[in-house]
């Protein structure tokens, strides 16, 4: 079946640090994975994703590459700010599972000025 | 800016009374999901729907949880009776399925609590 693990938290760092959620995943088909991101009180938002090996997503200064030879899809900011805090899950669906999604167990990420 | 609609926002009632949730999904998608989020078990699919039809509903608990989409601008999730580790914040999602555009979109969630 298919499964995301990804690195556990509380991660705390300081603003204008570089910030690295690790993700790998376990997937019966060639999945689409995806980076959610949950602020204080909200429901989750699609942050970025990436639909075939080798593609990037981006935005709001976040990356994740999709590397299909480590199963991985680890997510990046060069310079994180204080509005980053929240909660950052990976995800993935494919066509084995109706695609439906599979998440993570979520990683909270704080960013102190 | 099309988004998921969910009432109540928020929503507190003794043990034994029926909770009703509400999701509006964004017009044109096909799949419609109910979520529940807790501390302990994290983001769980309770049920989903394709064009209004029911397809899995295995993550509910059967005998007091029911999901329904009478059309589609509306679903619902009822609960009846209610029990207080029923508490958590429900989510509704929408997407359009189609093996290309597979990305769901989050409302912003009724949190429930059960006295």
């Known amino acids: 079946g298919n499964s995301v693990t990804q690195m556990e938290g509380p991660v705390t760092l300081s603003e204008e640090a570089f910030l690295t959620i690790n993700c790998t995943y376990t997937?019966?088909?060639?999945?689409?994975l995806f980076w959610y991101v949950q602020y204080p009180g909200e429901g989750l938002q699609l942050l970025l994703k990436a639909t075939k090996a080798d593609d990037k997503g981006s935005n709001k200064g976040f990356e994740a590459t999709y590397r299909k030879e480590t199963t991985s899809f680890h997510l990046e900011k060069g310079s994180v700010q204080v509005s980053d805090s929240a909660v950052y899950f990976c995800?993935?669906?494919?066509?084995?599972?109706?695609?439906?999604?599979?998440f993570g167990a979520g990683t909270t990420v704080t960013v102190r000025a | 800016d099309a988004r998921v609609t969910q009432t109540p926002r928020h929503k507190v009632t003794e043990m034994g009374q029926e909770v009703t949730m509400r999701c509006q999904p964004i017009l044109g998608h096909n799949t419609v999901f109910w979520y529940r989020q807790t501390m302990m078990q994290g983001l769980e699919l309770l049920a989903y729907f394709r064009n209004r039809a029911p397809l899995d509903d295995s993550g509910m608990p059967k005998d007091r949880f029911s999901a329904e989409m009478p059309d589609a601008t509306l679903a619902t999730l009822k609960i009846q009776p209610s029990e207080p580790r029923d508490s958590a914040v429900y989510f509704c999602?929408?997407?359009?399925?189609?093996?290309?555009?597979?990305?769901?979109?989050f409302g912003p969630g009724t949190r429930l609590t059960v006295l």
């Open positions: 995800a993935l669906s494919d066509r084995s599972n109706d695609y439906k999604l599979s």
């Open positions: 997937a019966t088909g060639y999945p689409s």
């Open positions: 999602a929408s997407g359009f399925v189609d093996g290309v555009y597979n990305e769901q979109f």
